[in-house]
């Protein structure tokens, strides 16, 4: 390593545990670079009141990456050095959460080849316990091993004996935790041979003897391994003192902010002054987050070659910002502490490191102080303890430009992007946000409890309810892909719960494809149509339609939008049904961040009539949401086919609402919409070019496995022709001049009648009936559905509204294209109808979605 990157900078003259040590008679002493790696803190905690915060570990106090890397590398080198090359090739480290799990991944690179587990505090559905232990001194104090591999923690060697166990912490002062740990795991897998590593070891003089009473004991060498070592000095009465420090500090400071606005402890919502915009990293398929199931030498060989495209992916959402903090989450430490390196290493931006963490600690503005801000919100990966405050220090007032938030898909739920969450705080303190999500790392459910050779372990401990258990995703599925690498939209706007198959052909001809449909042959997800590419004329139609109803469909969106939030809760997931109904969804999550400055999450899902709604999507929400909070949304009713499929689809998932929130509903088919008009929403007017250059969804048994998602296409080569952009903006410019519209609709809707009447499906009927076409699915009702049958499908006839003005206007024109006749009719519910050529009598497709043989 670089001399740059073992060597932590000191920019402070005065000594950050200078105030603590004045006030307290704490004496630290020890080596001549200690004071540098360490400084003071006062916490709540009733076992222990001082906190030696670390300049090198980057969890409290921000860090280049470089500084904090090599740190753990030069001791991992170091343990290579005493064990010598045979032993450390076989060596397995294990690091402590929270505050050392990106040490113990460091201090594993050091070493070369070893492979790496941490402890955790997060219980996962499916995984066996491995072992748990107890740490004494800590906030939280309970630690299990979740290993995926359960002969990792014996790590046997060619001749069948356990290899060396490198234990990782950060600083080595009681001895407990790591005695802990080491008693627990040689009853389960003897060993000859221990390492202790930690950045400091200040063990007093009563506890240095341990590791040898241990070593006597069970027959083992035990070494210990660290780059600082000292002692802390504590009067008679600390503890005491301490908590009457902490308390006195708190109330100087509430009574301080109680005349600017409501404690800190409260969590008062914040206007972010920054928006967060979502980077699709492009993490690599297979690697785990980090080492909590296991990081081997494998997965280390796919990461390296990874991170400087994950960094330069970052550096271009930066921009000029000069200097970037990258914040982990709690025990994902490794993870951003490697892409701080990669960036730092990129850029020439001054990058800097630290994580959030759960243990509260006492902020003093004071350069004396280690500790001198800190930001409050709420847990956000669904606790299984249950839900409480969690901490970042030392980012407010440290003149960030930008901040990289990184955490696991686990930790991206509404409570992260919430008003209170830790994306606003950051915002209100930096010019920039950005949110890099990594994947999630869940290993298949093992067969046997527990490893062959171990004892059965004690069960874990509940400590409350929650939704944690339910939340870990399938080993199998993949994080959403998001634009710019798949479709046009930005990457905060959808996140497409599906497969790519941009470079499968499934394109067919319009007649071939419906003769395939009706003579039962293919089902209708199993191809694409030719992408309609509309004339000069159409286009400007399309301007003309968008320009002439921007404000009625704002109106619209923020009366759906607003509903929703009075009747589904303050922060619900909304679940587009790809992909007419992703434009709306894109539209009502622009709505509440403009009127609430609600960061709502959003996703686009699959589902095809007669197969349903993917169920792998909903395995996947349901590992990352409460599904309670699922909202789904689509564009507008026709006659309810998908309404009612979706109903269908859901029967088998629980916690899921199968109501529908749409834009328009003509039909009558669902009780939350934005209006049951039957207008042009211009959005219906083109296929791809106003839904973020994706395909409609494919669902083909030879592309999508039992494992996979169903798939999609990204039409890059049409981005000339793509409006979505446009669309979004046109109508969200007119969000403000109809507030007051919407909020006396809503008002009025929140206590009205809206229960279905369905009285579309009963036009559908009598019209398929009296056009001899007996066949419901060949009857297409409203504009949208009618504009999709002649861009999609063999129209015969359109029915017409008598009277229908502007908003039919495409569709003669497109009728015109085609030489559809269109047939202007009285008491139709619609303002127009598409009826679907019968060309197969016999053929007709059904509910299926496939021929019908017989009538």
Not at 118 to 132: C, F, K, Q
Not at 244 to 260: C, D, F, K
Not at 267 to 284: D, F, Q, S
Not at 713 to 742: C, I, N, P
Request: net charge negative; with cysteine; glycine share 10%.
């Amino acid at each position: 390593m670089s001399e740059r990157a073992t060597r932590e900078e000191t920019v402070d003259v005065v000594w950050s545990g200078s105030w603590v040590a004045e006030r307290l008679g704490v004496e630290l002493t020890g080596d001549g670079e200690l004071r540098d790696m360490l400084g003071l803190a006062l916490r709540r905690n009733p076992k222990r009141a001082h906190l030696l915060v670390s300049n090198v570990l980057g969890k409290h106090v921000p860090q280049r990456p470089s500084v904090v890397y090599g740190a753990g590398f030069e001791l991992g080198e170091r343990v290579r050095a005493l064990l010598g090359d045979s032993e450390a090739a076989r060596a397995v480290v294990l690091g402590y959460a929270e505050t050392a799990t990106g040490l113990g991944h460091a201090v594993a690179d050091g070493l070369g080849s070893a492979p790496y587990l941490h402890s955790t505090r997060r219980p996962v559905a499916g995984v066996a316990r491995a072992g748990g232990f107890e740490e004494s001194h800590s906030h939280a104090t309970s630690h299990l091993l979740l290993p995926e591999d359960g002969a990792l923690l014996a790590g046997p060697g060619s001749d069948g004996a356990p290899a060396p166990l490198v234990l990782v912490d950060d600083e080595f002062s009681t001895g407990n935790t790591v005695l802990n740990t080491m008693r627990m795991l040689h009853e389960l897998y003897p060993r000859e041979r221990y390492v202790v590593v930690a950045l400091v070891d200040m063990r007093s003089e009563r506890d240095r003897g341990r590791l040898d009473e241990f070593a006597a004991e069970t027959g083992a060498r035990v070494d210990l391994v660290a780059r600082g070592a000292g002692t802390v000095g504590l009067p008679d009465g600390v503890l005491e003192r301490g908590r009457a420090l902490v308390a006195a500090q708190e109330a100087e400071q509430e009574a301080r902010e109680s005349g600017r606005a409501a404690p800190e402890s409260g969590r008062p919502p914040v206007e972010p002054a920054t928006v967060c915009t979502r980077i699709p990293l492009g993490w690599p398929a297979g690697v785990p987050d980090g080492g909590r199931h296991g990081f081997t030498p494998a997965h280390r060989a796919l990461l390296e070659p990874a991170l400087p495209g994950m960094a330069a992916r970052i550096a271009d959402a930066l921009g000029d910002a000069r200097r970037v903090l990258v914040l982990g989450f709690e025990e994902l430490m490794y993870a951003p502490l490697r892409l701080g390196t990669a960036l730092e290493a990129l850029t020439d931006a001054d990058v800097r490191y630290s994580t959030t963490t759960r243990s509260p600690v006492l902020a003093v503005d004071d350069p004396g102080y280690a500790i001198r801000s800190r930001l409050v919100f709420p847990a956000h990966d669904n606790p299984a303890d249950g839900p409480g405050d969690r901490y970042a220090y030392n980012v407010a007032g440290a003149g960030f430009d930008a901040v990289v938030a990184v955490v696991d898909s686990t930790a991206d739920t509404p409570e992260l992007h919430a008003p209170d969450g830790l994306l606003a705080r950051l915002g209100a303190h930096t010019g920039r946000v950005l949110l890099a999500v990594v994947p999630s790392y869940t290993p298949a459910p093992a067969p046997d409890a527990e490893p062959a050779s171990a004892p059965a372990a004690e069960p874990v401990p509940s400590h409350g309810s929650s939704h944690a258990s339910d939340r870990q995703e399938p080993r199998m599925l993949p994080e959403p892909l998001r634009g710019p690498d798949f479709s046009s939209y930005a990457a905060d706007d959808v996140g497409w719960l599906l497969q790519d198959l941009s470079d499968t052909e499934l394109e067919a001809p319009t007649e071939e494809r419906e003769e395939a449909i009706q003579s039962g042959g293919a089902h209708y997800a199993e191809s694409l149509p030719v992408e309609y590419q509309p004339s000069a004329e159409y286009q400007a139609l399309f301007q003309a339609a968008l320009d002439t109803s921007a404000a009625r469909i704002a109106r619209a969106v923020g009366t759906v939008t607003e509903t929703v939030l009075a009747e589904r809760g303050p922060r619900p997931v909304l679940v587009s049904l790809a992909r007419a109904g992703t434009p709306v969804g894109v539209l009502m999550r622009r709505w509440a961040q403009h009127r609430h400055g609600l960061d709502l999450p959003h996703y686009a899902v699959s589902i095809v009539r007669g197969r349903g709604i993917d169920a792998n999507a909903l395995r996947w929400l349901a590992a990352h949401h409460d599904p309670a909070d699922i909202v789904f949304v689509d564009g507008w009713t026709g006659k309810g086919a998908i309404t009612r499929e979706l109903a269908v689809a859901l029967a088998g998932f629980e916690g899921f609402n199968p109501e529908i929130a749409v834009l328009a509903d003509p039909g009558g088919c669902v009780r939350t919409y934005g209006t049951r008009e039957d207008f042009l929403i211009p959005s219906a007017c083109l296929n791809s070019t106003v839904s973020g250059l994706i395909s409609r969804t494919v669902l083909r048994a030879d592309l999508v496995g039992p494992e996979d998602f169903h798939g999609a296409k990204f039409y890059r080569e049409l981005a000339g022709a793509d409006v979505s952009g446009h669309f979004l903006d046109t109508v969200a410019a007119r969000f403000d001049e109809v507030v007051d519209g919407v909020d006396a609709e809503v008002k009025e809707l929140l206590t009205a009648d809206r229960a279905p009447t369905w009285e579309g499906w009963a036009a559908v009927e009598r019209i398929s009936e009296e056009y001899g076409i007996h066949d419901v699915n060949l009857v297409k009702p409203g504009v949208g559905e009618t504009t999709r049958v002649l861009l999609r499908r063999v129209p015969w006839k359109i029915l017409a509204q008598r009277g229908a003005g502007a908003d039919l206007e495409h569709i003669r024109l497109l009728a015109a294209q085609r030489g559809v006749p269109v047939e202007e009719v009285d008491e139709l519910p619609y303002t127009c109808v598409g009826l679907i050529h019968p060309q197969f009598t016999r053929g007709a497709t059904g509910a299926d979605g496939k021929a019908v043989t017989e009538k």
